[in-house]
């Protein structure tokens, strides 16, 4: 049988990633059609299985399963394994407390992982939670893995989609401060989120009711801006013409909308893709909806790659408290884009 091969890289070893990845590893069995590799530290997930008494995968060697391809001595006891990736003082780990070193650890196995499906290794990676101040205090400049990602496959326009099966947005903008986003954001950003947002929802879409996705347009400023009254005429400027571009280019799009009742239930049964303005304008409504099962997907780049809508969750690490149901849903995804 030939298996969809997924990498999750384990996020923040302090954090919660650690042992999500061991709680999606003890459902293997609900994912007949993947093989499942989780990049991290062996350790680090013997010490998260030892404390909340979750099955330990296989360890395999990092270069053996980097050069070795068949299924049978990939998983000969099971289709999931676990590689050690760079250095990492395990014993100085301690839950709940991220640090440099957590953040060195956690930015090379998103490397690795990206390195792995961008050489065809794998075929989707899914990115656990990370800790954005454990890699800036190791001087990685990066705000998040999305910058990342983009500059390693060399893309230009890279975008979020945050998607569950309730609701799908995908920010025009993301990890810059709110007082930027109305100086920063350019027509280009909007129309580019319509378009690929658009074609991520394309399948789906014509699968389930026979025609193409139908796109909401939040605007930036209350109200949509009320001509001017509410705004500098960002809508105007920046969002309208971005929206007349992609109407011609063939995409069903409305807006901008008023973002306050752009998310109201009978917008939402006829939307099957919001574009947002910026990173709290999609996430909220989205987290209040459908935190447990979104997924964050990034569009644009030439490999597949999902995450967890969460972060690390370092006041419940290592205590079996939290959900793997994001985790499982990006995986799910992964294997279904794959």
């Not at 920046?238 to 799009?253: L, S």
């Not at 917008?267 to 447990?292: E, N, W």
Request: aromatic fraction near 4%.
């Amino acid at each position: 049988m030939t298996y969809k091969r997924i990498g999750i890289s384990i996020g923040d070893a302090a954090g919660i990633g650690p042992e999500l990845a061991l709680q999606v590893a003890a459902r293997i069995h609900e994912l007949p059609e993947i093989q499942l590799t989780l990049i991290g530290n062996h350790a680090i997930l013997t010490r998260v299985s030892g404390e909340l008494g979750l099955p330990l995968p296989a360890r395999m060697d990092v270069d053996r399963w980097l050069t070795d391809r068949s299924a049978e001595s990939l998983s000969p006891i099971s289709r999931v394994v676990s590689v050690t990736v760079g250095k990492l003082d395990v014993d100085a780990v301690q839950p709940g407390q991220w640090s440099c070193d957590t953040g060195a650890a956690s930015y090379e196995w998103v490397r690795f992982a990206a390195s792995a499906a961008l050489s065809g290794r794998l075929d989707a990676m899914v990115t656990g939670p990370i800790q954005k101040e454990a890699w800036h205090a190791a001087g990685i400049r990066y705000p998040g893995h999305t910058e990342l990602l983009a500059e390693m496959a060399g893309c230009d326009d890279v975008r979020m989609m945050l998607t569950s099966d309730e609701l799908s947005c995908v920010l025009a903008t993301v990890h810059i401060p709110l007082a930027d986003v109305a100086t920063r954001l350019t027509d280009e950003d909007v129309f580019q989120s319509i378009r690929l947002g658009a074609a991520a929802s394309d399948r789906k879409t014509r699968a389930r009711f026979g025609r193409p996705p139908r796109v909401t347009v939040c605007g930036l400023n209350p109200h949509a801006g009320e001509h001017g009254l509410m705004s500098h005429y960002e809508e105007e400027r920046i969002i309208i013409p971005a929206i007349e571009r992609a109407r011609h280019a063939g995409i069903d799009v409305t807006g901008p909308l008023p973002p306050d009742t752009a998310f109201i239930p009978a917008r939402r049964q006829i939307t099957d893709v919001y574009v947002c303005m910026y990173h709290d304008q999609g996430l909220i409504p989205l987290k209040a909806i459908s935190f447990d099962e979104a997924v964050n997907v990034t569009l644009g780049l030439p490999i597949l790659r999902t995450s967890v809508d969460h972060g690390t969750a370092m006041d419940i690490a290592w205590t079996g408290k939290a959900s793997e149901a994001s985790l499982m849903a990006a995986v799910r995804m992964a294997s279904d884009l794959a």
